[in-house]
DNA sequence: GTCTATAAGCAGATAGAC
DNA sequence: GTCTATCTGCTTATAGAC
């Protein structure tokens, strides 16, 4: 091995690149087919690839799937860890919930793998699951005890309130879609999401209120 | 053709449960993987059976998933619409929240079978869904749109505030499993889908008054 | 109604040439 | 890194015997 031959630990910037690009189309189609539903070959032709060359890139077709998963993980938990410095229940809950919206438009195939994932039961992302999102959910439940604790909001049951938020938000990416269809539109637009961001914002806080 | 002779309008009891017995099966089986995810021989090997049995009885195995998806259908508007009879704003929120939240723990897998129809972009169903739900969630909202017309309750956007009914309802059929991880259970009881409904008839209905 | 046989195609994965 | 070739097995669907 010679100082100039390319490694599999460092690989070019092109690689990288192109890497990147199979990892978006191949997020786009789990999306919407779930692990079982896409074949390499499709994923492959899309890009004008071979399905060959996409196990040069990544050794199985599931370790391709958890790549996928792994990116959007990693900007899941980066932007909603982000929100967990707030000392202000209201201020809280409104960041939440556009942190939340946010992600659902700019990232909605990524959430829609997360969710196919878990309706099947999760059996190829339970493990992370379980380490880094479960966490998460205790520390919100736990900061809202703490401002039940200190009179700042109405004590109810936190943990089914952040299963509301959760779902009620990412259904804006999952059933996207399907919301636009009975609105006669062919795609939620801004003004749609900011409409959810304000009603849910308001909903959620007036529970909070004695 | 005789009088005695099977035909095709009228199968015998028999047959009649041997198919509900498929569809059964299918439905588990389509909920999880959706319909590119599973194989007519999956299906026919859990009941012992074979794949050319099935395709006795449905011609296709699009005709299969149809079928599914017209039995739940068949049940979702059976209970739905029974309950757009209330004429007070707060039993209807009421039932509205307990009757979603009933068919989302009775009948999970045939709630994720129409989870995915939709995330795939309802490439077979998306006709009756426009036909048959789309009428469902005007009329409701021209109700609510009634109800702030005579200050019974505060006007909000009541097409969002649908949109949040459904989805937070039907988390706990779709995302159940995982709420029960996080929660640190096999599976989610009876006193969850009680501590649900509480906490999201409580927090719709606040959000209701002025 | 259920069986065997078979068609015709696609799946993931590997080997080896270049 | 990308290509062709190939292996093995599974996919839906049809034909026809019983």
Redesign the interface.
């Known amino acids: 091995m010679t100082v100039n031959a390319p490694v599999a630990r460092t690989p070019r910037a092109a690689t990288l690149r192109k890497q990147e690009t199979i990892l978006v189309e191949a997020e786009r189609q789990f ?8 074949s390499l070959d499709s994923i492959a032709a899309a890009l004008d690839l071979s399905r060959q060359n996409l196990l040069y890139h990544w050794p199985s077709k599931e370790d391709l799937y958890r790549a996928v998963l792994d990116s959007v993980m990693g900007e899941w938990m980066a932007s909603m860890t982000a929100i967990t410095q707030a000392d202000e229940p209201e201020a809280a809950i409104q960041s939440y919930v556009a942190v939340k919206l946010r992600f659902s438009r700019e990232r909605a195939t990524g959430n ?1 793998v997360f ?2 994932e ?5 059996p190829r992302y ?1 493990d992370v ?2 380490a880094q ?2 966490p998460l ?1 205790h520390a919100d439940v736990a900061r809202f005890e703490r401002w039940a604790d200190e009179g700042r909001v109405r004590r ?2 936190f ?3 952040m ?2 938020i ?3 938000t ?3 990416a ?2 996207g ?3 636009a ?3 006669g539109k062919p795609a939620l637009d801004e003004a749609d999401f900011e ?2 961001r ?3 914002t ?3 806080w ?2 909070l209120q004695p």
């Open positions: 999306a919407r087919y779930g692990f079982e539903g896409v829609a969710t196919r878990i309706m099947a039961g999760a339970q699951l379980k999102v479960m959910l109810i049951d943990t089914h309130l299963f509301l959760w779902s009620s990412q259904a804006y999952d059933l879609p399907q919301f269809l009975y609105m409409r959810a304000l009603l849910l308001e909903l959620i007036r529970s």
